[in-house]
């Protein structure tokens, strides 16, 4: 999170790396390195293999093989996943679930500094893909049920893990869409833990934000096409279908959609405001007031990231036009991605976007269309212990809500009634760690650090 996101007042509390000091530390470190050593890309790796590794563990620590369930499709043999069961000593307790996704984006030898799939430490950092995005996470709730099981006593609640691949590709089989749909008694929870929260800290390790995710937007993409009879490009036409996707493209680049609240995304906004400065305050006590204040929404939306988190946004992201160099265009398609507002439907950004494209452009859907995202509210219950552990682990750190401008698997929950929180805990520097990008890092300190949180969120969430 950038601008006033990663502003906001806090203690200083710099962070040195270290080594796993205690022998739970290396217990865990072993099951972090097999999970980020284990390609799990689409292409080339197998979300599979990384789930039995899981299972494996799971049944050496005590776990029944009832309680484990590996799944898979035929059609999709590499995109497997696992789900845990810890069961409760209270069946009238509703269990909480503990998601993350095994899979990750793509990473080229060749472009990467070091070994994308060997888990180097350099410098108070761990180093490879999925070191954060979503292996971080992943291993920390495997090694929870693995420590909680080990502990002897059953916890008062029901714990359950799902683990899954497909999140990080739109057309990817997804096995978090495949659990809800399929085996929902496997999953099914009063809440759900995911990723979407976590911490940012400066490039001195000093922690600046710590945040819950409560919300997020829906991902969708929409092709705009323009087709033309082509010709020879000796004799130019005035209908050319580049020119006509060109201005398409355009008129989605200079418009806003307009700027809405929910409760996460009000509660943000009051609470970062005293960090910004006295005309962003202002603008920020306006446009809360009304969300229809032009002008103070031009002024918040200086800040990208306050920008995102107020509406829908819409940019383009690929191209394709022409079929020869020497040949009038007789198609030309934009991919246009669109991060849609929880209450905001697939079908009314179409329209939207296809008035702005005009007569001569056609706008569509792309598959799969995902479901309308349902924002969960700020339950106490849920919050409550985040905050009081907050204070243990990070004193002087305040706890924001904040919805998430991109998307996670929670968005396949809220159909079913299940609130999703993005969990905090998890701290990674200001320009993200290099997450989806190159040499993709976490700290040392960060990740001990949050698997000691998590572990005790999850400890007050089971009894």
């Known amino acids: ?33 097999e999970l980020v050593e284990t390609d799990t890309t689409l292409s080339a790796g197998s979300c599979t293999q990384a789930a039995a590794q899981i299972g494996a563990r799971l049944k050496a620590a005590g776990f029944a093989d009832a309680d484990i369930v590996p799944f898979s499709v035929p059609e999709h043999p590499k995109e497997g996943g ?34 994308p799939f060997k ?94 995710q409560v919300g997020e937007k829906a991902a969708q993409n929409y092709t705009l096409t323009a087709t033309n009879a082509g010709g020879h490009s000796s004799v130019p036409k005035p209908d050319n279908a580049i020119y006509e996707l060109a201005d398409a493209v355009k008129a989605v680049q200079g418009y806003d959609f307009p700027a809405r609240f ?37 002024i918040v939306s200086r800040d990208a990231t306050l ?13 394709n036009a022409g079929h020869a160099e020497n040949a009038l265009p007789q198609k030309a398609a934009a991919n246009v991605n669109c991060r849609i507002f929880p209450g905001e439907t697939v079908d009314a950004t179409l329209a939207q976007l296809q008035r702005l494209a005009g007569p001569k452009v056609k706008v569509t859907a792309n598959q799969p269309v995902r479901p309308t995202a349902v924002p969960p509210t700020l339950d106490p219950k849920i919050i409550g212990p985040m905050k009081a552990l907050a204070a ?44 989806h990008g190159l040499n993709e890092r976490i700290r040392v300190k960060s990740l001990y650090d949050g698997r000691d949180y998590l572990f005790d969120l999850v400890k007050a969430y089971a009894g």
């Open 1 to 33: 999170m950038r601008g006033w996101m990663l502003g906001m007042a806090a203690a200083a509390m710099p962070c040195v790396a270290h080594a796993q000091a205690r022998p739970d530390q290396q217990a865990f470190f072993g099951l972090y390195k």
């Open 82 to 115: 696992i789900v845990a069961v810890l069961k409760g000593a209270d069946a009238q307790a509703k269990p909480v679930l503990l998601l993350g996704h095994l899979d990750v984006v793509e990473a080229k030898r060749a472009d990467w500094a070091r070994d």
């Open 119 to 212: 888990l180097v430490e350099e410098d108070g950092y761990y180093y490879a893909r999925g070191t954060v995005d979503d292996k971080a996470m992943a291993a920390v709730w495997a090694d929870t049920l693995i420590r909680l099981k080990q502990a002897g006593k059953p916890p008062r609640r029901t714990i359950k893990l799902a683990l899954t691949c497909g999140e990080e590709t739109t057309f990817a089989w997804n096995g978090a869409q495949w659990l809800v749909a399929n085996r929902r008694d496997l999953i099914d929870a009063e809440f759900a833990l995911n990723e979407g929260g976590g911490g940012r800290t400066e490039q001195d390790g000093t922690r600046k934000l710590l945040a819950v």
């Open 262 to 298: 929910t409760d996460t995304t009000r509660a943000f906004f009051k609470a970062s405001a005293a960090t910004m400065p006295p005309q962003a305050q202002e603008a920020v006590a306006r446009l809360l007031a009304n969300p229809q204040d032009a002008q103070a929404d031009a």
């Open 307 to 319: 920008h995102s988190t107020l509406r829908t946004t819409c940019v383009a992201t690929l191209l």
């Open 392 to 435: 243990k682990h990070f004193p002087g750190l305040p706890l924001v809500p904040l919805m998430s401008t991109g998307a996670t698997d929670g968005v396949f929950f809220g159909g079913i009634g299940m609130p999703v929180y993005g969990a905090p805990g998890i701290f990674i520097d200001k320009d993200m760690g290099g997450i």
